[in-house]
């Protein structure tokens, strides 16, 4: 089967766009990729003039189109969905492709897919808060569909001495800034904490945190030995601090860190203990004084760690890879060939 597959890559790191694609031409389909997000015009200048911006979208949405035309898929995936205009959707429907949205990151900006899902022939979701925004605006056709690891890349990594003296902290925590993690976080600080991610340059000059940042930015090689050398990862997800829209989602890194054998402490984020078994696969807290009892608890007992990451990772790996999750999709709407 021919699939044309729509999404972002990232040109400084891997991505769960590689890793899907990796999974379609893993099962034996032929792959045709679209890049939704090769702008002609730099955003700079796109954020000041919007009739630039809807013109530039319009070029994106020819090329798709153009590249619809010549390699007459079966099935197009769109994740994100943000760049693509309904009409486009229509579009290639009418050469004889089947169109599929799956929706990925935080509903920060719905608004463009609900107004686009209705053209497409079936609808999935990476969080359950997408299932339950599409069923209040009356579109019902959705499945969940969360992320995954892909084993070739997330798996332990054999740590020497100096790699687990860089990345073997008791605690360690990989992800993005945001001021109520930081405000979290600064709580934890008394413990042998260790941070990467980017916007953590954004601290106060007075936070005690600044003395656990260690870098922007990790690569994949890097962040697998980070996960394989720390005692417990971290995981907290983001959320609305005006909470004006849900976040349930699970993280990628839920998959990925699990799948490195990791052990796991998570906020207790409704999807990832759809999908888990809290004191099982990992860990979960409620608060900060929960957090900071289970840390204590599970650092003064390595073989409770141990079991829970041995058990997270063979579930991880049983049951959420990417292989899986284009195997599911392929089945739902009937194509699992």
């Known amino acids: 089967m021919k699939i044309l597959f729509s999404g972002h890559h990232n040109p400084h790191f891997l991505t769960i766009t590689e890793y899907l694609e990796k999974a379609i031409r893993s099962l034996g389909h032929e792959l045709v990729i679209f890049e939704d997000r090769r702008h002609l015009i730099p955003g700079r200048i796109r954020g000041k003039l919007p009739f ?82 599409f069923s209040k605006a009356g579109i019902t056709n959705t499945r969940w569909l969360p992320m995954a690891c892909d084993p070739d890349f997330h798996h332990p990594v054999d740590i020497g001495a100096s790699a687990r003296e860089k990345y073997g902290n008791d605690i360690v925590f990989v992800g993005s800034f945001y001021p109520e993690r930081a405000r979290l976080f600064e709580k934890l600080a008394e413990f042998d904490f260790a941070i990467w991610g980017p916007g953590w340059e954004n601290l106060s000059s007075s936070s005690p945190l600044r003395r656990c940042v260690r870098a922007a930015h990790t690569t994949l090689a890097e962040w697998v030995k980070i996960y394989s050398a720390g005692k417990i990862v971290l995981a907290t997800h983001y959320h609305d601090p005006q909470s004006s829209f849900p976040v349930y989602q699970a993280s990628p890194r839920i998959f990925e860190a699990l799948a490195c054998g990791a052990f796991v402490i998570c906020d207790q984020q409704r999807d990832v203990f759809a999908l888990f078994e809290e004191g099982k696969h990992l860990a979960s807290f409620s608060d900060i004084n929960d957090l900071k009892e289970k840390i204590n608890f599970y650092l003064n007992h390595p073989e409770a760690r141990k079991t829970i990451a041995e058990a997270g990772q063979r579930e991880v790996v049983a049951n959420h890879t990417y292989i899986h999750r284009i195997k599911e999709l392929l089945a739902t709407i009937g194509l699992n060939l």
Request: hydrophobic share 45%; glycine share 6%; with cysteine.
């Open 52 to 133: 630039l911006e809807r013109f530039d979208l319009q070029i994106i949405n020819q090329r798709l189109l153009k590249m619809a035309g010549e390699a007459r898929p079966d099935l197009a995936i769109v994740t994100g969905g943000h760049r693509i205009l309904p009409e486009t959707v229509e579009k290639m429907k009418k050469l004889g492709t089947r169109a599929v949205l799956w929706t990925i990151d935080a509903p920060i900006d719905f608004q463009p897919l609900l107004a686009a899902a209705p053209v497409y022939d079936h609808l999935f979701c990476q969080g359950t808060e997408a299932i339950e925004l």
